[in-house]
């Protein structure tokens, strides 16, 4: 499977952030056509038992990079995209790869 992961640091209203992040964005995000699933960590903090840099890692599934391609020409991935950048512009990287199976 092809992702798109988005990667948020860590917002100064957490909880704005996650009323926000629930209550708009997923449910946009979730209207991708091709989007096959999202899968969301919250980020509780590193190995060493410190908080980390990073808040919040959003997984969102697609069956191949074509058809993630195809997805994100949609006006609904174009308004999750705005959205994001209206609450979490200067948080969020986002990233894309292939899941690899390792045996």
Do not use: N, W
Not at 22 to 45: D, N, S
Not at 53 to 80: G, H, I, N, R, V
């Amino acid at each position: 499977m092809f992702k798109m992961i988005a990667l948020y640091k860590q917002p100064k209203d957490k909880e704005q952030f996650d009323a926000h992040y629930y209550g708009t964005h997923v449910p946009l995000t979730e209207k991708i056509p091709g989007l096959r699933k999202i899968k969301v960590t919250k980020i509780t903090g590193t190995p060493m038992g410190t908080e980390s840099e990073y808040y919040l890692l959003c997984e969102m599934y697609y069956d191949s990079q074509e058809a993630f391609q195809k997805a994100m020409k949609t006006k609904e991935a174009k308004a999750s995209a705005k959205d994001v950048m209206s609450f979490a512009g200067d948080l969020v990287t986002f990233m894309v790869g292939e899941e690899v199976e390792h045996e």
